[in-house]
């Protein structure tokens, strides 16, 4: 079925645009130039969507094409390297592990960030999810993605007259969207049943292609279900904890259902994050009912099962009574049911408040790889879970770490790329993860990077200004609205960056400890600063939202001159233009509650260094030579309001005696030297260490490698 035969018919010599447009390689590689150069004002106005182009695009402009030889160039190429990445032939994973060919590895996750025309993410995961896969196909690494077509996608974010939040959401336009019926190897769209309670919910499943890599999106929005069981897929994180653990059975159960329904046969799964972890349980059936026992099941499930925690909070992890977890998962037991009470057994957890389902302990239960995103998490994981080792000495317990990664060619601004061409070795995206090669940047001339770093600034300002204009004209805003929106910044200002979900222990009120000093450092007298804020709260997080709030206020307060502004809406469009334009990138976590983070990763690829608390990555990634470390001395254990001070004063203190006298210290020629060796020493650092390709190949080397290559048990076992 393809929901794309009814496009305007495409000149025969261009005939394979559709296809390109539906495949979200282009996102990533030089082939997204041929939908610019098709059409550059459409690419604009569709928020490059060139699936949307293709519905509008003018047929005289379609003719125009498939006749210029330049366009054409362009378009062959494209063609012919996303073949390429699809047969997946000489690649970094075939050359690695040639023995392991034929075999493949299912990637569980809630949310996937792949580009804005697809909006099934909310957050730092998602972005995790997408980059991971993008990663893979570039590698290509035999991956299969799993999780949730979410037709109403994540809110949109609107503020009242007052800065307070409000959620709207809107339903996916599936004309636009880059996705295509998932279809059974009888040529039938892949529809499936999951018992969920005393009933049987239908799910159908999407397909999302990402070159060598696909994605199978589950969507229970079917005229056969009744309403309320429409509804479970609609939207990201949505509904109360009884919608949450149906959401999760559907995933998790629905998951590998789907997979068998297509004929797909991972031999290791990858849990990113415990909503998935109920794949144990159906994976666990499938085993059972080919006549081994609960026990055998239970370990070919560890010997071929991944889980990534990104959670340091343990309210941060789902868990359920056992009473509501029984009752959904009363169809599922099929010839488990005397086994039912071991099952249950795995998820057996108490974080405080009393013994429930937790899904993360399952999770760990479960599998024969257990990592956290980051050596400081990994620690703390190790701690937080003591109940699941007993009598295993903390430094014993199985938890590695893999560090996140960003992937390069999704962030790095464009004129950077070019900047790179220039003055680094050639084909040194193919090496990123080298950290000799990108010595290189240290010999690129102050003046062309400095260049390119204030052009990037100008698109930001370009972008905070329209996007103003655009809130003051459709939405009819006041002008309160439009100066909080940053109409009043300055591009020559050396601009601070803040953009991440609003949560309490993010502590983005931190600058805001101490006003009136930092009033004094906004308004310096010809070194002056300013600061752009954007996120979201989780809609049931109301200190996030008032966290929000707070800021809004603060960029209406006249005490700072128009220097604070907040941009809202967050999503990977804004996110591109703030981690590629900011001079410095502000992060104020308390510690030891960021498990990771990935945007100051993104922001330090694109010569932003960072300011930030040494938690996280960050803990790992400060030289201290690419950035500042943020640190009151406070002791451990104080009250938050000590280590606040503390740390507030710090954050201060490297403002006004390091980093504004740095960035304005400038040469005859206006150059800021000693800034742009911090710039340099940002690239050069994070970029190998913290892409998304070492990340990945850690991934495959460490845990999918061993876990495809470990022997099969013999099956099936007399019970």
Same mark, same amino acid.
């Not at 949307?52 to 054409?72: G, I, K, N």
């Not at 479960?366 to 699941?388: F, K, P, Q």
């Given at each position: 079925?393809?929901?794309?035969?009814?496009?305007?018919?495409?000149?025969?010599?261009?005939?394979?645009?559709?296809?390109?447009?539906?495949?979200?390689?282009?996102?990533?590689?030089?082939?997204?130039?041929?939908?610019?150069?098709? +059409?550059?004002?459409?690419?604009?106005?569709?928020?490059?969507?060139?699936?949307?182009?293709?519905?509008?695009?003018?047929?005289?402009?379609?003719?125009?094409?498939?006749?210029?030889?330049?366009?054409?160039?362009?378009?062959?190429?494209? %063609?012919? #390297?996303?073949?390429?990445?699809?047969?997946?032939?000489?690649?970094?994973?075939?050359?690695?592990?040639?023995?392991?060919?034929?075999?493949?590895?299912?990637?569980?996750?809630?949310?996937?960030?792949?580009?804005?025309?697809?909006?099934?993410?909310?957050?730092?995961? #998602?972005?995790?999810?997408?980059?991971?896969?993008?990663?893979?196909?570039?590698?290509?690494?035999?991956?299969?993605?799993?999780?949730?077509?979410?037709?109403?996608?994540?809110?949109?974010?609107?503020?009242?007259?007052?800065?307070?939040?409000?959620?709207?959401?809107?339903?996916?336009?599936?004309?636009?969207?880059? %996705?295509?019926?998932?279809?059974?190897?009888?040529?039938?769209?892949?529809?499936?049943?999951?018992?969920?309670?005393?009933?049987?919910?239908?799910?159908?499943?999407?397909?999302?292609?990402?070159?060598?890599?696909?994605?199978?999106?589950?969507?229970?929005?079917? *005229?056969?279900?009744?309403?309320?069981?429409?509804?479970?897929?609609?939207?990201?994180?949505?509904?109360?904890?009884?919608?949450?653990?149906?959401?999760?059975?559907?995933?998790?159960?629905?998951?590998?259902?789907?997979?068998?329904?297509?004929?797909?046969?991972?031999?290791?799964?990858?849990?990113?994050?415990?909503?998935?972890?109920?794949?144990?349980?159906?994976?666990?059936?499938?085993?059972?009912?080919?006549?081994?026992?609960? /026990?055998?099941?239970?370990?070919?499930?560890?010997?071929?099962?991944?889980?990534?925690?990104?959670?340091?909070?343990?309210?941060?992890?789902?868990?359920?009574?056992?009473?509501?977890?029984?009752?959904?998962?009363?169809?599922?037991?099929?010839?488990?049911?005397? +086994?039912? +009470?071991?099952?249950?057994?795995?998820?057996?957890?108490?974080?405080?408040?009393?013994?429930?389902?937790?899904?993360?302990?399952?999770?760990?239960?479960?599998?024969?790889? %257990?990592?956290?995103?980051?050596?400081?998490?990994?620690?703390?994981?190790?701690?937080?879970?003591?109940?699941?080792?007993?009598?295993?000495?903390?430094?014993?317990?199985?938890?590695?770490?893999?560090?996140?990664?960003?992937?390069?060619?999704?962030?790095?601004?464009?004129?950077?790329?070019?900047?790179?061409?220039?003055?680094?070795?050639?084909?040194? %995206?193919?090496?990123?993860?080298?950290?000799?090669?990108?010595?290189?940047?240290?010999?690129?001339?102050?003046?062309?990077?400095?260049?390119?770093?204030?052009?990037?600034?100008?698109?930001?300002?370009?972008?905070?200004?329209?996007?103003?204009?655009?809130?003051?004209?459709?939405?009819?805003?006041?002008?309160?609205?439009?100066?909080?929106?940053?109409?009043?910044?300055?591009?020559?200002?050396?601009?601070?960056?803040?953009?991440?979900?609003?949560?309490?222990?993010?502590?983005?009120?931190?600058?805001?400890?101490?006003?009136?000093?930092?009033?004094?450092?906004?308004?310096?007298?010809?070194?002056?600063?300013?600061?752009?804020?954007?996120?979201?709260?989780?809609?049931?997080?109301?200190?996030?939202?008032?966290?929000?709030?707070?800021?809004?206020?603060?960029?209406?307060?006249?005490?700072?001159?128009?220097?604070?502004?907040?941009?809202?809406?967050?999503?990977?469009?804004?996110? /591109?233009?703030?981690?590629?334009?900011?001079?410095?990138?502000?992060?104020?976590?308390?510690?030891?509650?960021?498990?990771?983070?990935?945007?100051?990763?993104?922001?330090?690829?694109?010569?932003?260094?960072?300011?930030?608390?040494?938690? #996280?990555?960050?803990?790992?990634?400060?030289?201290?030579?690419?950035?500042?470390?943020?640190?009151?001395?406070?002791?451990?254990?104080?009250?938050?309001?000590?280590?606040?001070?503390?740390?507030?004063?710090?954050?201060?203190?490297?403002?006004?005696?390091?980093?504004?006298?740095?960035?304005?210290?400038? +040469?005859?020629?206006?150059?800021?030297?000693?800034?742009?060796?911090?710039?340099? *020493?940002?690239?050069?650092?994070?970029?190998?260490?913290?892409?998304?390709?070492?990340?990945?190949? *850690?991934?495959?080397?460490?845990?999918?490698?061993?876990?495809?290559?470990?022997?099969?048990?013999?099956?099936?076992?007399?019970?």
């Amino acid at each position: 079925m393809n929901r794309f035969a009814s496009l305007p018919p495409l000149p025969p010599r261009i005939s394979r645009l559709a296809e390109l447009a539906i495949d979200l390689w282009w996102a990533w590689h030089p082939a997204r130039v041929v939908f610019r150069r098709l +059409d550059y004002q459409l690419w604009r106005t569709t928020a490059h969507n060139p699936v949307r182009m293709l519905w509008t695009v003018a047929t005289s402009t379609l003719a125009q094409a498939a006749a210029d030889p330049e366009f054409l160039a362009l378009y062959d190429r494209a %063609i012919e #390297g996303l073949d390429v990445a699809r047969a997946a032939r000489n690649t970094w994973w075939t050359r690695t592990v040639p023995h392991l060919s034929g075999q493949s590895i299912a990637y569980f996750s809630a949310e996937f960030a792949l580009h804005q025309s697809l909006p099934i993410y909310a957050g730092g995961l #998602g972005v995790l999810a997408g980059d991971h896969c993008k990663e893979a196909s570039d590698l290509g690494v035999p991956l299969i993605g799993v999780g949730f077509m979410y037709p109403q996608g994540y809110f949109h974010q609107h503020l009242s007259a007052e800065g307070w939040q409000e959620e709207s959401y809107e339903r996916l336009n599936w004309n636009d969207a880059p %996705i295509d019926a998932a279809m059974t190897s009888d040529g039938k769209p892949c529809i499936i049943a999951v018992p969920l309670g005393d009933r049987s919910v239908l799910i159908t499943v999407w397909r999302v292609r990402l070159g060598r890599v696909v994605l199978y999106l589950l969507d229970t929005d079917l *005229e056969e279900n009744a309403p309320a069981d429409r509804e479970l897929s609609a939207r990201l994180y949505g509904g109360d904890r009884e919608t949450r653990i149906q959401q999760e059975v559907v995933l998790g159960i629905g998951g590998v259902r789907a997979l068998k329904a297509l004929g797909i046969k991972p031999a290791a799964f990858h849990l990113n994050e415990g909503h998935a972890g109920f794949v144990v349980l159906q994976r666990i059936h499938n085993l059972v009912d080919q006549g081994v026992s609960f /026990h055998e099941a239970l370990q070919e499930i560890r010997r071929s099962t991944i889980f990534t925690t990104h959670t340091p909070v343990p309210a941060g992890h789902d868990a359920f009574p056992f009473d509501l977890v029984k009752k959904h998962l009363a169809g599922c037991w099929g010839t488990l049911g005397a +086994d039912h +009470d071991q099952f249950l057994a795995l998820g057996a957890h108490d974080n405080g408040a009393g013994p429930q389902f937790n899904m993360t302990a399952l999770a760990m239960r479960s599998a024969g790889s %257990i990592n956290a995103v980051s050596r400081l998490h990994a620690e703390v994981t190790r701690g937080m879970w003591d109940a699941i080792w007993p009598g295993v000495a903390e430094a014993s317990r199985p938890v590695a770490y893999v560090t996140n990664g960003v992937h390069v060619p999704t962030w790095m601004a464009g004129e950077l790329v070019d900047l790179f061409n220039k003055h680094l070795d050639s084909g040194w %995206i193919e090496r990123q993860d080298d950290p000799a090669m990108w010595d290189a940047v240290l010999g690129i001339p102050d003046k062309d990077l400095w260049a390119v770093r204030a052009s990037l600034r100008s698109h930001l300002f370009a972008f905070v200004r329209e996007r103003a204009r655009q809130r003051w004209t459709d939405e009819h805003v006041g002008t309160p609205r439009v100066v909080a929106a940053g109409t009043l910044l300055d591009p020559d200002v050396l601009t601070i960056g803040f953009a991440r979900r609003f949560a309490g222990y993010k502590r983005s009120g931190l600058v805001f400890t101490d006003p009136a000093r930092l009033a004094r450092i906004l308004n310096g007298v010809g070194r002056p600063v300013q600061i752009v804020f954007a996120g979201k709260a989780h809609p049931a997080d109301d200190v996030g939202k008032g966290d929000l709030q707070r800021v809004y206020r603060r960029a209406l307060d006249p005490a700072f001159g128009g220097r604070i502004a907040f941009v809202d809406d967050y999503d990977l469009h804004v996110a /591109h233009f703030l981690v590629q334009g900011c001079d410095l990138w502000l992060n104020t976590p308390r510690k030891p509650l960021e498990a990771s983070g990935t945007s100051g990763m993104k922001a330090a690829i694109n010569g932003v260094p960072n300011l930030s608390i040494a938690d #996280g990555w960050w803990a790992e990634g400060f030289t201290g030579s690419n950035g500042w470390v943020i640190d009151g001395g406070a002791p451990p254990g104080s009250p938050d309001d000590v280590t606040d001070a503390a740390d507030a004063n710090a954050l201060y203190r490297l403002l006004e005696e390091e980093i504004v006298p740095a960035y304005y210290d400038r +040469d005859a020629s206006g150059l800021p030297h000693r800034w742009l060796a911090v710039v340099k *020493e940002s690239i050069r650092t994070v970029g190998p260490h913290f892409c998304a390709r070492r990340m990945v190949k *850690e991934y495959a080397e460490r845990m999918y490698a061993p876990a495809l290559a470990a022997p099969l048990p013999p099956l099936p076992t007399a019970r």
